[in-house]
Structures are given as C-alpha cells and as structure tokens.
C-alpha cells in the first residue's frame, strides 16, 4: 500500500465510517473511528445550537486530539496502515461554522496548538454528496438527535468543507458519492482500492461512479 495514513472526510451522512471499515478490513489496516457517541454536548448542540456550540467543538477537539496522539503514537508491527473517519481539521471547519467570530478566534488559537503534534494523511478521501442524499442517510441511521438537521446547516458545512479542499494542496480523493453504494457495490469499493494504488500531485483528483 502506497499510503501508510490514510483519512475519509465528507459531511454528516456522507458514508465515512461505511468506507473506513470496508477499507480497514481489506487492507487490513488499523481502524480510528470517531467516538460522536460519548460527546454529552451533541444531543444538547441540536436542541440549542447556541448555547451549546463552543462546548460540542470543545469536546470533540479534546477528544479527536487525544485519539490521534494515542493511537498514531503507537507502532504496530502488523498493521502498518491506519484508515481513519476523521480529518484533525474538521474541527475547525465545523466551529467556523457553529461559531460566533470571538469564540471562532479563541478556538482556533487552541487548535494551532495541537494541529503541529499530530501527523497529517498521506491522502484525504473526501465523500461528496449532495444535500437530499445526505439527509437519506441520516434518516436511514437514525440517531435521534440527528433526524432535524436543516438543510442549509448540511449546505453551510458542505461548503466549508469544499472551500478548504480547494484551497489545500494535501493529496485529495474528491469522490462524487452522489451514486456511490459501497457496501453492496464491490465495484464502487475497488475503484477505491484501485485509486489508493496510484500516485499524485498535491491537490484534487476527481472519482466519479
């Protein structure tokens, strides 16, 4: 495998995890998963987005921080590649989002105290999907808590995130998921595992289904 860290990104519902486990057990890869579920904020967050938007990105910036330091810090002579669901980053994309312009700039003083200790991907696999699939997915699942997410908050993050790729120069999978199935499509994954065998520049490279 070219890639020894490698990151699935895309909004809420896109099909991170979906693919981080598919591609974890085909490469037998070591597997970082967010743990969403142990933030006490989140449920709090979708109820009352303001009173509870600093301690949600809070919490989850501490844990994200923790999780990489520890598992990314650890040798392990058997699985010498690392999938993970999450960018570092996506902390500050989403308090860009949640964030007043004070707490933003606060926030964001703490996270470039962090960002420099932990290792960046070897390549980024974004998911991009649009809006009413999204929101397929969510219903799908079905975390309480998640079911009245608005569409133009998807959008807001959709568009923060695809702003960041943009102006990044990381190695960048963007993969229209628009039509993607990778769970019942072996064909969809092997176009995965396939692009993750090849070389490239700094920047985007577009996979479509």
């Known amino acids: 495998m070219k890639y020894k860290f490698i990151t699935i990104e895309g909004n809420i519902g896109a099909g991170k995890t979906t693919l981080a486990n598919l591609l974890s057990t085909k490469l037998n890869a070591r597997l970082v998963l967010e743990e969403f579920a142990d933030n006490p904020f989140l449920a709090k967050f979708y109820e009352n987005p303001v009173q509870y938007a600093f301690s949600v990105e809070l919490f989850f910036m501490a ?105 990044h120069q990381m190695k960048t999978l963007f993969v229209d998921a628009s039509n993607a199935d990778f769970l019942n499509n072996e064909e969809h994954l092997n176009t995965i595992l396939n692009a993750l065998d090849r070389d490239y520049t700094g920047g985007q490279h577009v996979i479509t289904f």
């Open 63 to 167: 844990e994200r921080f923790k999780q990489m330091k520890d598992l990314l810090g650890q040798q392990d002579l058997f699985q010498t590649t690392t999938v993970s669901d999450y960018l570092f980053t996506k902390c500050l994309l989403f308090a860009k989002v949640n964030l007043p312009d004070d707490e933003f700039r606060l926030f964001q003083r703490l996270f470039d105290m962090m960002q420099p200790q932990l290792i960046q991907p070897d390549i980024l696999i974004y998911l991009h999907a649009p809006v009413n699939k999204l929101q397929e997915n969510i219903k799908k699942r079905n975390r309480t808590y998640e079911l009245n997410i608005k569409d133009d908050y998807l959008f807001k993050i959709q568009e923060t995130y695809t702003g960041y790729i943009k102006q």
